[in-house]
């Protein structure tokens, strides 16, 4: 089909290059520039995104100084088409809009979540450097420090040192703060979780430690800061926590996720 | 479908905003070889026969740092120049598990066991199922295999003055080649991007609605069809799918190489961006082909006696 007004719509078709880039761009750059990407994104991939967005602008607005519209002798697109082809473009645009403030649901959470530990070549992804200097510093740290005064762990390291043998004899019975997204799950126990992006949010999984104790917290999905006992069942690298005392941090450290 | 909107939505922008960086310089690579490079000369440089052409393009592969993304745009473009089909598809289908970049991670994923083990299982089976697809594919014919747009070959520097789209006025008086690789990539990346949102759409929301299955993993036999399962719905890129696979635990080490295997080369949304190449017909030839060659292969390295490749398989019992 082809429509009554070529001129109009070859020139609506020009324009949804530019427009579409500078949307795509303005999204691209808002996320990066508000440390929202962090939650979507594996921040090796940031660099990418930054300088992509920077490039969609740039076309938007050099476009029109760069380029004429075709020819009005050009074959004239059916306005069905054009309309589709726009609303498929746009479409990124109006899924941003949509996205609530705290992009990661305790739904999306829950669907993510396995209860078996992570393989440490998984955990390289996040834990740079080399295997056996994260290995020395866990060591040195559960061997310096009293059991009964708490040392800080990632939920990461946990995942790591709970999957050596060594390192869980080490640390069972030790007292540790560790921070993560609290998860309801019965009266007597929760879940502490964090959701690991290796690529993007389409490929995110979370991981859990079972923690022994109640909160009188109402929101899934609450950054917790919790101290507890770490234990060890004699037959299983799955570590547990007894909560000792458990507070919401005002800031929210740096995760490399 | 509207309680898992949000879900959908989130998988969905960060699917686009994962892809299109790397879909762009896809584009804008094909866009500097189709206008600098004299492409026609090293096309009829290539050897015709389909195993040798084929053999070109992995190696291809082997060298360039490229991801599925980047890898469509530029194949698009070049059998559009007349590039023999069974390189492109070769390049196309291997190129994504076998750059150094998808090795490097699969190097560090695996450092924990045994690494090199590890590249070489990764590269003979993504090597074998690419010249499996590359090969079944040429013999089925260009016209069989290709959409006609791009089967309708282009000289070597098409004017702007041609495009429907845009029309050249500042850039084309004063850097003419220049011009038609800006309108080459900007054509090309729009045409690939409508393909990608769309696939990226229908990923999502197949893997919100399939999500029960992201997590499913089995014992025996039963690990491998999940895990490709499991690739096919969560629509990893391949240079970090390595980390993903080994997310996995409790699974085969046969389960945890098909995900690799058939990641690179077949999920919902490179089915999806497969419609910007080839025909309905040969996408569908293709992803039996892959479903079969990646389970046989799988299948095939089960079997192996586990004593000879304890080293490489991961026991959460040590």
Redesign the interface.
């Known amino acids: 089909m082809t429509s009554p007004h070529p001129n109009y719509l070859l020139r609506l078709r020009y324009f949804l290059i530019p427009l579409c880039f500078g949307a795509w761009g303005c999204v691209l750059l808002r996320l990066y520039l508000s440390g929202q990407l962090a939650q979507i994104q594996n921040p090796t991939y940031h660099p990418f995104t930054f300088g992509f967005a920077l490039i969609l602008i740039f076309i938007a607005i050099s476009f029109p100084l760069l380029f004429d519209p075709p020819e009005t002798t050009s074959a004239s697109p059916s306005l069905a088409a054009l309309g589709g082809r726009a609303l498929l473009l746009l479409l990124p645009f109006f899924a941003y809009l949509h996205l609530p403030d705290d992009f990661i649901s305790t739904n999306f959470l829950r669907q993510r979540t396995s209860s078996a530990l992570l393989s440490p070549g998984a955990l390289k992804r996040f834990l740079p450097g080399k295997p056996g200097e994260l290995y020395r510093l866990l060591k040195e740290q559960a061997e310096t420090t009293p059991k009964d005064q708490p040392v800080s762990l990632d939920l990461l390291e946990l995942i790591y040192l709970s999957q050596d043998k060594q390192l869980r004899e080490l640390y069972d019975g030790h007292q540790v703060v560790i921070f993560g997204q609290w998860l309801s799950e019965n009266p007597t126990q929760f879940k502490l979780a964090r959701l690991l992006i290796f690529c993007c949010a389409a490929d995110g999984r979370t991981v859990t430690l079972n923690v022994h104790g109640q909160t009188d917290l109402k929101d899934d999905g609450s950054w917790l800061e919790v101290i507890g006992t770490l234990r060890y069942d004699a037959d299983t690298n799955i570590p547990k926590l007894e909560l000792i005392n458990y507070t919401k941090p005002e800031h929210l450290p740096d995760f490399n996720m | 479908m509207l309680p ?4 959908i ?10 892809g ?3 879909l ?1 310089l896809g584009a804008l690579i094909s866009g500097l070889v189709s206008s600098f490079l004299p492409i026609e000369k090293l096309i009829a440089w290539m050897p015709r026969h389909p195993l040798k052409s084929a053999c070109l393009g992995l190696c291809a592969g082997l060298v360039f740092p490229s991801c599925e993304c980047i890898g469509l745009p530029l194949v698009r473009r070049l059998t559009r120049k007349g590039l023999p089909l069974s390189a492109g598809l070769a390049y196309l289908f291997a190129g994504p598990a076998i750059n150094p970049i998808a090795l490097s991670s699969t190097w ?6 045994d690494p090199i083990t590890a590249i070489c299982l990764r590269l003979i089976g993504a090597i074998l199922i690419a010249l499996i697809l590359a090969l079944s594919l040429h013999r089925m014919g260009r016209t069989w295999v290709l959409r006609p747009e791009v089967l309708a070959t282009t000289p070597t520097n098409e004017h ?2 041609q ?9 084309q008086a004063r850097f003419p080649r220049l ?1 038609n690789a ?1 309108q080459i990539t ?1 054509v090309d990346f ?1 045409n690939v ?2 393909f990608y ?2 696939g990226a ?1 229908i ?2 929301t197949v ?2 609605m399939g ?1 029960t299955f ?2 499913q993993t089995g014992t025996g036999l039963l690990g491998i069809p999940l895990m490709m399962l499991a690739a096919i719905l ?4 391949s ?6 696979a ?2 996995y ?2 699974v085969s080490l046969a389960a945890t190489f098909a995900f690799l295997w058939i990641g690179p080369v077949l999920d919902l949304k490179l089915i999806v961006i497969y419609h910007s190449f080839f025909q309905r017909r040969a996408i569908v030839l293709l992803t039996i082909l892959t479903l079969v060659s990646v389970f046989l292969l799988a299948l095939a390295l089960s079997v192996i006696p586990a004593d000879y490749l304890n080293a490489i398989y ?1 026991s ?3």
């Open positions: 898992h909107l949000p879900e939505t989130l998988i969905f922008t960060s699917l686009f905003i994962q299109l960086p790397f762009f560090l994923a695996f450092s924990f066991e702007l003055t495009s429907p789209v845009i029309a050249a006025s500042w850039l011009a800006v900007l729009l991007s409508l949102i769309f759409l990923a999502a893997q919100t999500s992201l997590n969560s629509s990893v890129c240079s970090a799918d390595a980390f993903v080994k997310s635990v409790n991961w959460t019992q040590r």
